[in-house]
Nanobody
Framework: QGELVESGGGLVQAGGSLRLSCAAT????????MGWFRQAPGTEREFVAA????????YYTDSVKGRFAISRDNAKSAVYLQMNSLKPEDTAVYYC?????????????????WGQGTQVTVSS
């Protein structure tokens, strides 16, 4: 059974940066597209970014384009989300997700596995 564990969340001032990490265990990591989602209080979970199995293709929701960057290290079974120029509206619980799929990323992924989430709070 696969497991995803996020880390790296915290409190940061607007304009600052954070790097989230997600470690995957119990699954064939290179068979999975990976992604990040987030959920702010009182809202539905929303897609943030995705990366294909090889790490050569990415996709972002419009609100984070140019500020966030998703990457992966297949040797470490890990995926990362570098978040720069953070805004208060980026405040949310961020979830790592994995979808069993070897295709390219052209939109939100449809996860088979979810992490437990890590809180990101951006103060104004």
């Amino acid at each position: 059974q696969g497991e995803l564990v996020e880390s790296g969340g915290g409190l940061v001032q607007a304009g600052g940066s954070l790097r989230l990490s997600c470690a995957a265990t119990g699954l064939s990591f290179t068979h999975y597209r990976m992604g990040w989602f987030r959920q702010a209080p009182g809202t539905e979970r929303e897609f943030v970014a995705a990366i294909n199995w090889l790490g050569t293709g990415t996709y972002y929701t419009d609100s984070v384009k140019g500020r966030f960057a998703i990457s992966r290290d297949n040797a470490k079974s890990a995926v990362y989300l570098q978040m720069n120029s953070l805004k208060p509206e980026d405040t949310a619980v961020y979830y790592c997700a994995a979808e069993l799929n070897l295709g390219s990323v052209t939109g939100a992924i449809n996860p088979n596995y979810w992490g437990q989430g890590t809180q990101v709070t951006v103060s104004s």
